[in-house]
């Protein structure tokens, strides 16, 4: 058993098992949304929702075990939210296309992911982020799950007129996110250990007992996967039409990623003094090959999920923290009912509080020079607002780019961070 833990990355994090295994615990509590969410999202393609629902754990499953046992990291992968409403509501609904040759898209766009995984060229895509971006992504992405967990909770809504505004904070489900984001601030201030999940679990409990959300009950007989597995079309998605489309998946895939690691894994003290991540190649491999694996399954991009901030907050250092979310996954399947009776606004208030530490980083930026930190707040302020973690570090990169270039300021590194602005430039204006 030691040589296992000590292989996950267990004796460089200098966390007990039981902390890691309640981290993966938090960080599972904190994306189970997704197992309803995503059969929700696919279904209006037109696929089965029970099948999706399967694919969905094992994607989530398989993945985490991955980035687990590969990268080493506390990273959870699931499929991801933005690339499915992405697949639903523009490939299928919105230019036509069957799920079945969506699902051909996403496998071909993991495929090339995987590819250029094996190859230095993500590596050196991944390093060429410089420091002060990577504080400003970290920061931008707290704002952003913030933004995520405020909306999820009815606390911040849309107005046609402003497009956000507040929303009611005597709405029951305003007020129980509050309260579980209090209950998690205070718990962390006192040092109690597993704050963040006993703030769940609390909140959770109480919306049951009072009514707000329905017990489902624990378990359940998996439904089949048979309707959606290995059921893409991969000939229709081999055609002209479709390359703008597949090179959509890889940019968000590839930069979605990039930013979600950055951000967790800055939080959790895992960057080196240069602020390049140990052992990389193997956990971009893991999270690629996701991407091919769940398409297979049946379900839209496999992705790094942000809520992996949460189990890092709960102490998770290494990858036993995703092995564990893997094991939940699979569990999941049986327990679909209590997984489900989890509600929105009980991990929105666990989310809210990850969000007020990770904006933290933003004071690691150097505020002394402008081509630094004007990228970095450009990137931190997009994200949120475009509801895009690829498009904050696009337009990031722009901006740095574009300030280097007119200041005639350039550094030894600044070559890779063009060739990044240029395939968001790219992307902007031909996709």
Known sequence: MARILKYLGYHEAAQSPKTEVLAGGTTFLAMVYITVVNPSILSDAGMDFGAVFVATCLAAALGSF???VLGRYPIALAPGMGQNAFFSYVIVLGMG?????????????????????????????????????????????????GFIALKNAGIVIDNPATLVSLGSL???????????????????????VGAI????????????????????????TPPSIAPVFMQFDLEAALTMSMVPIILALLLVDVFDTA?????????????????????????????????????????????????????????????????????LFLCCL?????????????????????ACLMVGSIKEIDWTQIPEYVPAVVGALAMP????????IG??????????????????????????????????LLL
């Open 66 to 68: 991955m980035m687990g």
């Open 334 to 354: 049986f327990f679909a009912p209590l997984a489900q009776s989890i509600p929105a606004y009980a991990t929105s208030a666990a989310l809210l509080f990850v």
């Open 197 to 220: 999940i006993f703030g769940i679990g609390s909140v959770s409990i109480l919306g049951w007992l009072l009514g707000v959300t329905e017990f489902q009950g624990l378990v359940s």
């Open 385 to 392: 607002l475009t509801f895009s973690i690829a498009d904050g």
């Open 97 to 145: 296309y069957p799920w079945q040759t969506a699902l051909g898209a996403v496998l071909i766009s993991g495929v090339i992911f995987v590819v250029l995984s094996v190859l230095p060229i993500r590596e050196w895509l991944f390093n060429a982020i410089p420091m002060n971006i990577k504080y400003g992504i970290s920061a931008g992405i707290g704002f952003f799950i």
């Open 259 to 327: 930013g979600t690691m950055v951000a967790v894994s800055q939080r959790a003290g895992l960057l080196d003094d240069k602020g390049k991540l140990p052992n990389l190649r193997p956990a971009l491999l893991a999270d690629s090959g996701a991407t091919a694996v769940g398409a297979m399954l049946g379900t839209s991009s496999t992705t790094s999920f942000i809520e992996s901030a949460a189990g890092v907050e709960a102490g998770g250092r290494s990858g036993l923290t995703a092995v564990v979310v893997g094991v």
């Open 395 to 428: 337009l990031a990169f722009i901006t740095y780019a574009l300030i280097r270039i007119g200041s005639f300021e350039f550094k030894a590194a600044d070559a890779a961070s063009f060739v990044i602005a240029g395939i968001f430039l790219l992307k902007y």
């Open 170 to 192: 005597t709405q029951i489900e305003a007020v129980l996110c509050l309260a579980g984001f209090i209950l998690i601030a205070v718990l962390s201030t006192r040092g109690f």
